[in-house]
């Protein structure tokens, strides 16, 4: 800094005079402030220092060293200068002060005081990709939910990178190796140098864009190692938004496991190496198939149990089905038997027969009363009496017969039905009334007097229904009941 002139009569009060042959005598004080106006007039303010930081420390003030090879001056930066550097240093990292020297008295400690900090080389690159991290976060575009799973099976998968690369043919050979199936389309870039970034961003534009014709699922964005230089290409702003506004997911392999980009941040998936990359979106084949082997032998036991299972409630529902056939038919059976019976309860010729058989156990009895009354009696006269009155009550008798008999030939349903009429039994062995007593569909029989026949009923309910016959086979009704007997078996 060059020697400043000193005077020390300047530092002495008048009464107490320094002698010309001995040095001055000073306090800590005079030579504190002596050195304060020392640096203030021969060290202009606004310097610019370059040098390493070394032992940096934040509190509410940044403290730290600026060194080189050959000295180390301590720093302060206050907190209002500090939160407007837009980084935080770190130890070890080159950057550029500006500010002065000042001397602080009762510390005893003269310190530069930074007003203002900037870094270089290096750790420029580090500050505007912490700028445009933090701008990016606030657009929402780093956050979790945002980004999109993998499909399992993809179909196609667009590889943006150099056809030179390195990396290329790790993603091929993983790819290879474990989906064959996976369809690989390469779209070739610059992954470095000026223009790099501009092709990478328009490459994820394009591909998602036609990604539905081309049949692309899948895009993965890679580059081996390098330097931080090397990668800068994909810390820029532009191909991060291609990035996330690409509509298929976009999985992010950059560098090495110790680098990160931009583009691996907003990435769907980020990848360490492009071989690890390429696994994450490959299935395993090997895998799909023993997956796929044990879901089929699951599938075949599920579908034996299954058949098992419907064959036992089918087998269960053809027993109850015959069952109540079963049942069914015995009811109709026996309706058949409750009618037939009535039928033939009320038919003339048992109506007849039943007749006869009365007056015959009655002339039985009246012929034994007459024996009885002649074996007693033995006259004549008596005899001659009751043989008259017997034939005279049987006479009676045949009439009352023959006029019942008439009565019910006339009434019986043979006459009725001689006269020209029919009689309708419908498939309940009920005789029809009404049309209402059927349905279409049903089959009745029409007995006349010289036979019956089947019809099947068509159309609705009514006074008019249409009935489709099929005539059957008929057979005569016999009326042949027993001969009326005399009174003691004579005709």
């Not at 501009?198 to 890679?222: C, K, M, Y």
Request: charged share 25%.
């Amino acid at each position: 800094m060059g020697r400043l002139p000193f005077n020390p009569s300047r530092m002495q009060g008048p009464e107490t005079p320094a002698p010309s042959h001995a040095p001055p005598r000073l306090t800590v004080s005079q030579l504190a402030a002596l050195i304060d106006r020392a640096l203030r007039d021969g060290v202009p303010a606004g310097l610019k220092v370059v040098g390493e930081v070394g032992q940096f420390r934040e509190r509410t003030h940044w403290y730290f060293d600026l060194k080189d090879a050959d000295a180390v001056v301590s720093c302060v930066m206050w907190a209002s200068a500090a939160r407007k550097a837009g980084f935080v240093p770190h130890t070890g990292m080159q950057v550029v002060v500006t500010g002065r020297v000042e001397h602080y008295a009762k510390q005893g400690r003269t310190t530069f005081q930074v007003e203002r900090i900037e870094p270089v080389g290096e750790g420029a690159l580090d500050a505007e990709l912490r700028r445009l991290v933090e701008e990016l976060r606030g657009l929402g575009w780093l956050d979790e939910a945002r980004k999109r799973p993998l499909p399992a099976l993809p179909r196609r998968v667009a590889v943006i990178t150099s056809r030179t690369g390195a990396a290329l043919q790790d993603v091929l050979d993983t790819l290879r190796r474990r989906f064959p199936a996976l369809e690989v389309g390469l779209v070739d870039v610059r992954v470095q140098g000026d223009g790099a970034a501009a092709e990478i961003a328009a490459a994820v534009h394009s591909v998602g864009r036609a990604h539905e014709r081309l049949g692309v699922d899948v895009v993965l964005v890679t580059r081996g190692g390098g330097s931080r230089e090397d990668l800068w290409a994909f810390n820029d702003r532009a191909v991060a938004g291609a990035i996330v506004r690409c509509p298929v997911p976009v999985v992010a392999a950059i560098g090495h496991e110790t680098d990160t980009t931009l583009a691996e941040l907003v990435a769907d998936v980020r990848a360490a190496t492009p071989t690890q990359a390429a696994m994450r979106i490959a299935p395993d084949a090997d895998a799909l198939r023993r997956q796929l082997s044990s879901h089929a032998g699951r599938m075949a036991y599920l579908a034996a149990r299954a058949v098992r299972s419907r064959t036992d409630e089918l087998a269960n529902l053809m027993r109850h089905m015959r069952s109540g056939a079963r049942a069914a038919v015995q009811a109709r059976q026996g309706r058949l038997e409750r009618a037939s019976a009535r039928l033939e309860r009320h038919r003339p010729a048992s109506l007849h027969a039943r007749r006869e058989a009365a007056v015959e156990a009655l002339a039985v009895r009246l012929r034994a009363a007459a024996a009885a009354i002649v074996r007693d009696n033995r006259v004549e006269d008596a005899a001659r009496r009751m043989r008259a009155a017997i034939r005279g009550r049987l006479a009676r008798a045949g009439e009352s017969v023959s006029t019942a008999a008439r009565s019910l030939d006339l009434v019986a349903p043979d006459a009725v039905l001689r006269r020209g009429y029919s009689m309708t039994i419908g498939p309940g062995g009920e005789v029809v009334r009404s049309t209402g007593d059927v349905r279409p569909g049903d089959t009745v029989h029409t007995r006349l007097a010289d036979g019956s026949f089947a019809s099947v009923v068509q159309g609705g309910s009514g006074a008019h229904a249409p009935i489709r016959s099929a005539r059957s086979a008929a057979r005569p009704a016999r009326r042949n009941g027993p001969e009326q007997p005399g009174l003691f078996g004579g005709g």
